[in-house]
Antibody, heavy 118, light 115 residues
Framework: QVQLQESGPGLVKPSETLSLTCSVS????????WSWIRQPAGKGLEWIGR???????NYNPSLGSRVTMSVDTSKNQFSLKLSSVTAADTAVYYC????????????WGQGTLVTVSS | QPVLTQPTSLSASPGASARFTCTLR?????????IYWYQQKPGSLPRYLLR?????????GSGVPSRFSGSKDASTNAGLLLISGLQSEDEADYYC?????????FGGGTKLTVL
């Protein structure tokens, strides 16, 4: 069974860079799209972006150039960096896998709360 | 105008049917869009329910009961999620999503109350 686990600081200061890593176990990271999705408390889902194991990326245009994703296939991990954070970036951050045939999000990490505060 | 618009809330009685709408922004044709639906119960991860483009291009999530189904309303440019025989366990937030302009877009979600 594929499992995803997010890791990274739970508290980030305003204007700094949020960095998270998603570790994939129980299956290969290869040949899938891997996404980051966030959810502020009491609010809806927002897709941040995705990366393919080749390294190609798509990002949410609303987040502009603040987002950078990378993948390390040797470690079965992929990562997110979100720069110049503000309180509006406070949310639970999920990593998720896209099914290779139908493209829905089939596996999700448990989510990690990131709070932006000084 | 958001890409996808969902009503904030919906309530229905046990055993009744619920109809969720996901209205696509003007200029985005529901007829050519694959609409994905997710369910999220409080404190839980989102769960994929189904995908619908047409009756011949639809996919049900693994283990999702057949009382969950998809449809479209071309007259309002909306994707629909239909749940029949509502049960108390269906109380949750429901999100639609599409792949649009090289990005995944989620609707704001509809909270279903079963009372």
């Amino acid at each position: 069974q594929v499992q995803l686990q997010e890791s990274g600081p739970g508290l980030v200061k305003p204007s700094e860079t949020l960095s998270l890593t998603c570790s994939v176990s129980g299956g290969s990271i290869n040949s899938y799209y891997w996404s980051w999705i966030r959810q502020p408390a009491g609010k809806g889902l927002e897709w941040i972006g995705r990366i393919y194991t080749s390294g190609s990326t798509n990002y949410n245009p609303s987040l502009g150039s603040r987002v950078t994703m990378s993948v390390d296939t040797s470690k079965n991990q992929f990562s997110l960096k979100l720069s110049s954070v503000t309180a509006a970036d406070t949310a639970v951050y999920y990593c998720a896998r896209q099914d290779s045939a139908e493209y829905f999000f089939d596996y999700w990490g448990q989510g990690t709360l990131v709070t932006v505060s000084s | 105008q958001p890409v996808l618009t969902q009503p904030t809330s919906l309530s229905a009685s046990p055993g009744a049917s619920a109809r969720f709408t996901c209205t696509l922004r003007s200029g985005i044709n529901v007829g050519t869009s694959r609409i994905y639906w997710y369910q999220q119960k409080p404190g839980s991860l989102p769960r994929y329910l189904l995908r619908y483009k047409s009756d011949s291009d639809a996919q049900q999530g693994s283990g999702v009961p057949s009382r969950f189904s998809g449809s479209k309303d071309a007259s309002t440019n909306a994707g629909l999620l239909l749940i029949s025989g509502l049960q108390s366990e269906d109380e949750a937030d429901y999100y639609c999503a599409i792949w649009y302009s090289s990005a995944w877009v989620f609707g704001g979600g509809t909270k279903l109350t079963v009372l």
